[in-house]
């Protein structure tokens, strides 16, 4: 890909991104799922490990409806977006955490990053894989 692909590219990639925020700001299990590909892999920050978009739909739903309802996503602290070949992107989302209620920043201990991978079939890009893993300290020695 040239630089205006690759530019035109990673910005779907961030509004892909921006759409599963606001999908989960609605509580919408669907939306959400709908950024990804019928077959995805997505491992949550407790290790749960979802195959599948309609799986997904419904494990985000229960989230949404249940202990995550009210939540929203804040925003990445930074974004990285590294395409691995013109039709797959990498996109890695640092500083995230899930805010409830009016609160505006992230306590440390809630950060986490998040890797993403994209591909893209008929112009159409969609994630099929995900990773969120929250930022440990290491212990002391």
Known sequence: MNTLENEAARAVLLQLVEQQAA???AGDGAA???TFTADADFVSVIGEFI???AP???VMQEGF????KGTRLSRPRTV???FAAPDVAVVVTEGVCVLRGDAAECRPEDLSVQTRVAVRHADTWLFTSFQNTRIKQFPAA
Do not use: K, T
């Not at 409806?65 to 995550?68: A, K, S």
């Open 23 to 25: 999908a989960w700001a």
């Open 32 to 34: 959400f799922a709908a």
């Open 51 to 53: 195959q599948g978009r």
């Open 56 to 58: 997904l739909a419904e």
């Open 65 to 68: 409806d249940g202990f995550m």
């Open 80 to 82: 990285s977006v590294r």
